[in-house]
Nanobody
Framework: QVQLEESGGGSVQAGGSLSLSCAVSGKFYSHYCMGWFRQSPGKEREGVAVVVSDGDRIYSDSVKGRFTISKDNAKNTLYLKMNSLKVEDTAMYYC??????????????????????WGKGTQVTVSS
């Protein structure tokens, strides 16, 4: 099993930046599919960004060009750098992993990738 722990959430004004980290422990392999998802009150969880096994990255249209997902296999850590934050980015952000490889599929977003393990989340609040 894989354990995931997010950190780095907080409050920021619109236009600002935040960086999230996800520390991975347990039986983890570098080829595992990993991603960030978010959920706002009253809304369904949505995929934000996924990094697939060979390093390709998939972003939701709503964050493309503003967010960057990255992974440091040596440190077993997943990151999400968020720039130009908007009020609508306010949500609980979850780190997730899939205990298997995954690969880029044309014309799909992060929600296409099914994850098996989830962190408890970190809150991001963006004010106007």
């Amino acid at each position: 099993q894989v354990q995931l722990e997010e950190s780095g959430g907080g409050s920021v004004q619109a236009g600002g930046s935040l960086s999230l980290s996800c520390a991975v422990s347990g039986k983890f392999y570098s080829h595992y599919c990993m991603g960030w998802f978010r959920q706002s009150p009253g809304k369904e969880r949505e995929g934000v960004a996924v990094v697939v096994s060979d390093g390709d990255r998939i972003y939701s249209d709503s964050v493309k060009g503003r967010f960057t997902i990255s992974k440091d296999n040596a440190k077993n850590t997943l990151y999400l750098k968020m720039n130009s934050l908007k009020v609508e980015d306010t949500a609980m952000y979850y780190c997730a992993a899939r205990r298997a490889a995954c690969y880029l599929v044309a014309d799909v977003g992060p929600d296409y990738y099914t994850m098996t393990d989830w962190g408890k989340g970190t809150q991001v609040t963006v004010s106007s």
